[in-house]
Every structure is written in structure tokens, then in C-alpha cells.
């Protein structure tokens, strides 16, 4: 099973990512943590840093790049989950290139539809648990008191806006390049996560599992 997580941000991507690596067991690969985690190990080239900081998309290359060196690692080859990439046409064109040379085939697109209204407010009120990962939302799915808060540096309000304008200005184009190819399954993205992840598996239970396809 390969799948792509699209949305913006704030659209629940990291939440619903979590679920659908769990239902198939595959990793989930998310260029955000990957670049988070380069960052908290001080080897994140500076200049990238302060592109990420400020809400702006890292050079196409840089992400290819990382993914290459990922899909490489022996967990991805009975399939993976994609969070946060490809959020351009050529990182999308650059995937493409590169699971052709492994043989393997995109399973599914699956689009979290939010309207831009409710995305700010889930932003600015999300917090991830420094020791477990989780993400939590003060007001509708409050943290445990003993977890350690972190607040993302890009989810402050000057730089959330900054991010929604460089979803609708380079990602959404990939909708109807999906779209076109027949993969994409679009999945309302507003209420209570245990619906929406039951949306998503309405929507993937229509893809034949990896493999079935490619036998005939
Ligand atoms: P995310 O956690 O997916 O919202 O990513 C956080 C930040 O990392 C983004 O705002 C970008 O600065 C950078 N980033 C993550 N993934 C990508 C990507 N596929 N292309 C370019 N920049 C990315």
C-alpha cells in the first residue's frame, strides 16, 4: 500500500496518518518531522531552517532528496504512507520517477477537504507532546496534564497564513494531477477525527490491495 496524505495545513494530515499506518503497518513518511527532527539535531542547513520558520516550501531538490535516501531503508518496501509530500508538481512528477525505478505504483491520493476558516483556529491550538509525539488541540482534544507542550514555531498566527497561501498557491495544483490519474479519493476533513478516520477507510477500502493490480 502506498498512499498520499494531501491537505492544508491544519487539515489533520499527522492525526489520520497515524491511524492508516496502523490499519496496513507501513511507515509513515512525513518531510515536516523528517526536517523537525533535522532541525532539534542542529543539521539542518541553516538556510532551510529559516524557510521553514517563516512558513515558505524548501527547494523541491532538498525534499527529493531526503525522500530518495528514506525509501531507500527497508521498512518502505511493503509499502508507505506520504505526509506532507509531494506538495509540488515537481516533487509529484519527482515521486513518480522514483517509484518507477522500484517498480511499485501509487496505491491512492487521499485529499482531507477543510475550508480555510477552521484551519487558523486548529493551528494556533495545536500543541504535540514532546515525549510521545501526540498532537493534541487545547480546546477540543485537550493534552494529558504531564505532557510536555511544544508549540510549533510555524504554527504561530503570522507564519499560519504565510503557510495556507503556499498550500493554495503550489499543492493544490496536485488535486486535479491525481485527479487525472484516477487515484484521488477526496475525504471531508471536518469533525471529530474518529469520523474522518472512518471516512478514510470508506475511501481506501475501494483500492485493491498492493499487489492484487499488478497479478493480472
Ligand atoms: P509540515 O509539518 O508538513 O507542515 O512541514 C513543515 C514545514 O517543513 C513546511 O512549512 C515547509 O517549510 C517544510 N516542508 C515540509 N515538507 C515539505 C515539502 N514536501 N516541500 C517543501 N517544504 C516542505
Given at each position: 500500500?502506498?498512499?498520499i496524505?494531501?491537505?492544508?495545513?491544519?487539515?489533520g494530515?499527522?492525526?489520520?496518518?497515524?491511524?492508516?499506518?496502523?490499519?496496513?503497518?507501513?511507515?509513515?513518511i512525513?518531510?515536516g518531522?523528517?526536517?523537525?527532527?533535522?532541525k532539534?539535531?542542529?543539521t539542518?542547513d541553516p538556510?532551510y531552517?529559516?524557510?521553514?520558520d517563516?512558513g515558505g516550501?524548501?527547494?523541491?531538490?532538498?525534499?527529493?532528496?531526503?525522500?530518495?535516501?528514506?525509501?531507500?531503508?527497508a521498512?518502505?518496501?511493503?509499502?508507505?504512507?506520504?505526509?506532507g509530500?509531494p506538495?509540488?508538481?515537481?516533487?509529484?512528477?519527482?515521486?513518480?520517477?522514483l517509484?518507477?525505478?522500484?517498480?511499485?505504483a501509487?496505491?491512492?491520493?487521499v485529499?482531507l477537504?477543510?475550508?480555510r476558516?477552521?484551519?487558523?483556529?486548529?493551528?494556533?491550538?495545536?500543541?504535540?507532546d514532546?515525549k510521545?509525539?501526540?498532537?493534541?488541540?487545547?480546546?477540543?482534544?485537550?493534552?494529558?496534564?504531564?505532557?510536555?507542550?511544544?508549540?510549533?514555531?510555524?504554527?504561530?498566527?503570522?507564519?499560519?497564513?504565510?503557510?495556507?497561501?503556499?498550500?493554495e498557491?503550489?499543492?493544490?495544483?496536485?488535486?486535479?494531477?491525481y485527479?487525472a490519474?484516477?487515484?484521488?479519493r477526496r475525504v471531508?476533513g471536518?469533525?471529530?477525527?474518529?469520523?474522518?478516520?472512518q471516512?478514510?477507510?470508506?475511501?481506501?477500502g475501494?483500492?485493491?490491495?498492493?499487489?492484487?493490480?499488478?497479478?493480472t
Amino acid at each position: 500500500m502506498i498512499v498520499i496524505l494531501v491537505g492544508p495545513p491544519g487539515s489533520g494530515k499527522g492525526t489520520q496518518a497515524e491511524f492508516i499506518c496502523k490499519r496496513f503497518g507501513i511507515p509513515q513518511i512525513s518531510t515536516g518531522d523528517m526536517l523537525r527532527a533535522a532541525k532539534r539535531a542542529g543539521t539542518l542547513d541553516p538556510k532551510y531552517l529559516a524557510i521553514m520558520d517563516s512558513g515558505g516550501l524548501l527547494p523541491d531538490e532538498a525534499i527529493l532528496g531526503l525522500i530518495e535516501r528514506r525509501l531507500e531503508e527497508a521498512d518502505t518496501k511493503a509499502g508507505f504512507l506520504l505526509d506532507g509530500f509531494p506538495r509540488t508538481v515537481p516533487q509529484a512528477d519527482g515521486l513518480a520517477a522514483l517509484l518507477a525505478t522500484r517498480g511499485v505504483a501509487l496505491d491512492a491520493v487521499v485529499q482531507l477537504d477543510v475550508p480555510r476558516d477552521l484551519l487558523e483556529e486548529r493551528l494556533v491550538n495545536r500543541r504535540t507532546d514532546r515525549k510521545s509525539g501526540r498532537i493534541y488541540h487545547l480546546v477540543y482534544n485537550p493534552p494529558p496534564a504531564d505532557a510536555d507542550l511544544e508549540h510549533r514555531e510555524d504554527d504561530k498566527p503570522a507564519t499560519v497564513a504565510r503557510r495556507q497561501d503556499a498550500y493554495e498557491a503550489q499543492t493544490a495544483a496536485l488535486l486535479p494531477y491525481y485527479d487525472a490519474k484516477g487515484l484521488l479519493r477526496r475525504v471531508d476533513g471536518v469533525g471529530a477525527a474518529a469520523d474522518i478516520t472512518q471516512r478514510i477507510e470508506r475511501a481506501l477500502g475501494s483500492v485493491p490491495a498492493s499487489g492484487e493490480e499488478k497479478a493480472t
